[in-house]
């Protein structure tokens, strides 16, 4: 009988850990977790987990940007052993739903660890090969979403932080203080589980967030987030909401408007807020919002036309986003009280 298995690698997790040496003589008891409530997740796990067996990941949704790669998977709720390779670039991996136990293995050594809800694994091209497999309950929904980063990016990110120019080197494993890293995957999940899937400029505001949080806190060579001092100069931001009012009707690029700044994306991100109290994605949809209204008022545009006039081109899509931020579909926007409320504004 095959002793290994080897998935695809886009597939699954890969996960990488310190390992202890157990005797192979004997199971391995799980780890006593101080959190009793995680404790008794073990006890469950351990109890209610049927045989292993041959299983496959599904791919829910799936994104493909400039810089990055995301893909929602809902994975079986048992995996028999399989036999990972180094991945070909850095890889995120936030568990969404569900609780697992892992069982890993490498170079003979194995360590059982609780997998719940919110943990957040970085895979490297650096780390060894390793076995993986999982037990929860047969009923346990697992989704998690694999995130996969350009290391061009990283090395740019890298470069502007101040750091040599030799390959960047990232600490594989488990990211156990990384809440941001955990909010990023679970908002871009619900964007690509949403209709209109994930918007363009906001999956690149992502990709450079992600890069500045591997290589300042997840890199060989950690080192404090500079501190969000100041704002943008008020000329350069000026000229900024001018191009953005001038494009409503376009792609607006994330590297358009740094570039403008004289800034990285990931500093310009962050001065902005500072300077308007939106990242440049909400500020974008808000501009697009008022110039939406402005048409249904005073034009009495169709709602496709509408929609193509402020960037969108699904009048579904656009609708959604109206009535999130707006309170109303746009075809109830031109009754009077919206009008008066429009006139007054």
């Known amino acids: 009988m095959q002793a290994w298995r080897i998935f695809s690698r886009s597939l699954l997790p890969a996960l990488s850990f310190s390992l202890v040496a157990p005797s192979s ?197 950690p080192r404090p987030l500079p501190p969000s001092r100041g704002t943008l100069a008020p000329e350069r931001l000026r000229q900024i909401q001018e191009y953005v009012q001038s494009a409503l009707a376009d792609s607006i690029e994330l590297t358009q408007l740094a570039a403008m700044a004289c800034l990285s994306p990931y500093h310009f991100c962050r001065l902005f807020k500072q300077s308007t109290g939106l990242s440049p994605h909400q500020y974008v949809v808000a501009q697009r919002m008022q110039r939406a209204q402005h048409l249904l008022l005073h034009r009495r545009l169709p709602i496709a036309q509408v929609a193509q006039a402020v960037g969108y081109r699904h009048a579904g899509h656009f609708a959604r986003l109206f009535q999130r931020h707006c309170g109303v579909l746009p075809t109830a926007w031109g009754k009077p009280v919206h009008a008066a409320e429009g006139q007054r504004k």
């Open 25 to 221: 003589a004997s199971p391995i008891p799980p780890p006593v977790h101080p959190d009793p409530e995680v404790a008794r997740t073990l006890l469950s796990l351990e109890s209610a987990a049927p045989p292993l067996q041959r299983v496959s990941t599904q791919l829910l949704a799936h994104y493909q940007g400039a810089h990055l790669t995301a893909q929602l998977h809902r994975k079986p709720a048992t995996l028999e052993p399989v036999l990972l390779q180094p991945v070909a670039q850095p890889q995120l991996i936030v568990q969404l739903t569900g609780a697992t136990q892992l069982t890993l293995t490498r170079a003979g050594q194995r360590r059982r660890y609780p997998s719940l809800p919110g943990s957040v694994y970085l895979n490297t091209p650096q780390q060894q090969p390793y076995e993986l497999a999982w037990r929860a309950p047969a009923a346990t929904t697992i989704q998690t979403i694999q995130l996969d980063l350009d290391p061009a990016l990283l090395q740019q990110t890298a470069a502007a932080a101040g750091l040599p120019a030799a390959p960047l080197e990232l600490q594989a494993g488990p990211c156990s203080e990384a809440p941001l890293l955990r909010q990023l995957g679970y908002s871009l999940a619900a964007m690509l589980q949403a209709p209109e899937g994930v918007a363009p400029l906001y999956g690149q505001t992502v990709a450079h967030m992600l890069a500045a949080q591997l290589v300042y806190q997840h890199s060989a060579q």
